[in-house]
């Protein structure tokens, strides 16, 4: 008989937040996606039942915050805070209550910042070993997206650390065909994900779930889906070629002017003690202006089996060592999204927390005597 201790742990559910701000068509995505059979097994956490049309979809109501639809999902209204939500689903999963789930979808509110949302899920320790992020799923408005990206830095926000992005109400559009202003801006805002047109039914399940790094339905890791370094790499390219960078800092109309995307690589392996310190200076000087960092990293102990990173803000997930490169582009990619910090501060951060920790480098011991610098090991898993 096997001992209950020596069990081991389920695998984390991955969990996927919808986002977009007020008027976006957020409802109405969710709405659809209820009635799909591929979030059977799935559970919904919304704000309030009365926002999303249920009585097509209403099978039966489990109890006072939950119910059970006829796709297979269960809906869920969030009472007090995300955390506690999350945490109480685990309860009734492992007390039998409920029946087991495969994913959790999260609804946010119109105005939210979808960053307490991914701290929620990374910054919680027992959370952090239950769910796992899949990704961000954010919507945005064919005809007011502009203005609105114009107006609302938290809309911005939404855009910048999405994963995929679905564009609703093309088919309100007198011209019929997206604004080049608003491809430019969203391209701009995030150019590695995916785009979708709601209105030609391009923003299924299929589409927006399974975004993050590991499925389980396959056995390699699909980093280059997720990172979407090569495009973020392009873009940056062609950004300072035609001098976009510098005209959207100087457009007092733009609110989201001081977000930037960008991409930086290093082809030779980097010394594990030099990345740890720029983690952590990362993290502790630069964290509230970080939206997000995707990465695949080298380290010269061990090239072969390459790390992952991913952090929101000052929260990092604990870094994963793959087996073995998942592809053959066997390059350092850090994809980084900024709000009010430029990439030079980054650059020169890389560059010398590196430099310094070179064994051949006299000065290698001063950066590790950096206050700051206790605790950068932990952020490595290797």
Same mark, same amino acid.
């Given at each position: 008989? /096997?001992?209950?201790?020596?069990?081991?742990?389920?695998?984390?559910?991955?969990?996927?937040?919808?986002?977009?701000?007020?008027?976006?068509?957020? /409802?109405?995505?969710?709405?659809?996606?209820?009635?799909?059979?591929?979030?059977?097994?799935?559970?919904?956490?919304?704000?309030?039942?009365?926002?999303?049309?249920?009585?097509?979809?209403?099978?039966?109501?489990?109890?006072?915050?939950?119910?059970?639809?006829?796709?297979?999902?269960?809906?869920?209204?969030?009472?007090?805070?995300?955390?506690?939500?999350?945490?109480?689903?685990?309860?009734?999963?492992?007390?039998?209550?409920?029946?087991?789930?495969?994913?959790?979808?999260?609804?946010?509110?119109?105005?939210?910042?979808?960053?307490?949302?991914?701290?929620?899920?990374?910054?919680?320790?027992?959370?952090?070993?239950?769910?796992?992020?899949?990704?961000?799923? /954010?919507?945005?408005?064919?005809?007011?997206?502009?203005?609105?990206?114009?107006?609302?830095?938290?809309?911005?926000?939404?855009?910048?650390?999405?994963?995929?992005?679905?564009?609703?109400?093309?088919?309100?559009?007198?011209?019929?065909?997206?604004?080049?202003?608003?491809?430019?801006?969203?391209?701009?805002?995030?150019?590695? *994900?995916?785009?979708?047109?709601?209105?030609?039914?391009?923003?299924?399940?299929?589409?927006?779930?399974? *975004?993050?790094?590991?499925?389980?339905?396959?056995?390699?890791?699909?980093?280059?889906?997720?990172?979407?370094?090569?495009?973020?790499?392009?873009?940056?390219?062609?950004?300072?070629?035609?001098? %976009?960078? %510098?005209?959207? *800092?100087?457009?007092?109309?733009? %609110?989201?002017?001081?977000?930037?995307?960008?991409?930086?690589?290093?082809?030779?392996?980097?010394?594990?003690?030099?990345?740890?310190?720029?983690?952590?200076?990362?993290?502790?000087?630069?964290?509230?202006?970080?939206?997000?960092?995707?990465?695949?990293?080298?380290?010269?102990?061990?090239?072969?089996?390459?790390?992952?990173?991913?952090?929101?803000? %000052?929260?990092?997930?604990?870094?994963?060592?793959?087996?073995?490169?998942?592809?053959?582009?066997?390059? /350092?990619?850090?994809?980084?999204?900024?709000?009010?910090?430029?990439?030079?501060?980054?650059?020169?951060?890389?560059?010398?927390?590196?430099?310094?920790?070179?064994?051949?480098?006299?000065?290698?011991?001063?950066?590790?005597?950096?206050?700051?610098?206790?605790?950068?090991?932990?952020?490595?898993?290797?």
């Amino acid at each position: 008989m /096997t001992n209950p201790s020596q069990r081991r742990a389920p695998p984390p559910v991955p969990v996927t937040a919808l986002t977009g701000f007020l008027g976006s068509g957020k /409802t109405t995505l969710l709405n659809r996606l209820l009635g799909d059979p591929a979030l059977a097994d799935t559970v919904v956490l919304i704000n309030e039942f009365g926002e999303v049309g249920l009585d097509h979809l209403l099978v039966e109501k489990v109890d006072g915050d939950m119910m059970l639809m006829s796709s297979g999902c269960l809906c869920c209204t969030i009472r007090g805070d995300l955390v506690n939500a999350l945490e109480d689903l685990l309860r009734r999963l492992d007390n039998g209550r409920i029946k087991p789930f495969r994913r959790v979808v999260i609804e946010t509110t119109g105005l939210a910042d979808p960053a307490p949302v991914l701290h929620a899920i990374m910054g919680h320790p027992y959370l952090a070993l239950r769910y796992r992020l899949d990704g961000v799923v /954010t919507t945005v408005d064919a005809v007011n997206g502009l203005a609105t990206l114009d107006r609302h830095k938290e809309a911005a926000r939404q855009v910048a650390v999405a994963d995929r992005i679905v564009i609703t109400k093309t088919d309100l559009l007198p011209s019929g065909s997206l604004s080049d202003g608003l491809i430019r801006r969203l391209a701009d805002l995030n150019p590695g *994900a995916p785009r979708y047109d709601a209105a030609r039914g391009e923003a299924d399940a299929a589409s927006l779930l399974q *975004a993050g790094l590991f499925d389980p339905a396959r056995k390699i890791p699909d980093v280059a889906r997720w990172l979407a370094a090569e495009a973020h790499a392009s873009h940056d390219h062609a950004g300072h070629d035609h001098g %976009h960078v %510098h005209h959207h *800092a100087n457009d007092p109309n733009r %609110h989201d002017s001081s977000i930037a995307a960008f991409c930086l690589t290093r082809d030779r392996p980097l010394a594990p003690k030099g990345f740890d310190i720029f983690l952590e200076l990362l993290r502790q000087v630069h964290g509230a202006k970080l939206l997000r960092l995707k990465g695949i990293v080298a380290l010269a102990d061990d090239p072969d089996r390459p790390v992952v990173v991913h952090g929101v803000q %000052h929260l990092f997930h604990p870094a994963v060592r793959l087996d073995g490169w998942p592809d053959a582009d066997h390059r /350092t990619r850090l994809v980084f999204i900024l709000d009010g910090l430029d990439r030079k501060p980054i650059e020169d951060l890389f560059a010398a927390a590196l430099a310094e920790a070179r064994p051949d480098t006299p000065d290698a011991a001063a950066l590790s005597d950096n206050p700051l610098a206790p605790g950068a090991a932990g952020l490595l898993a290797r």
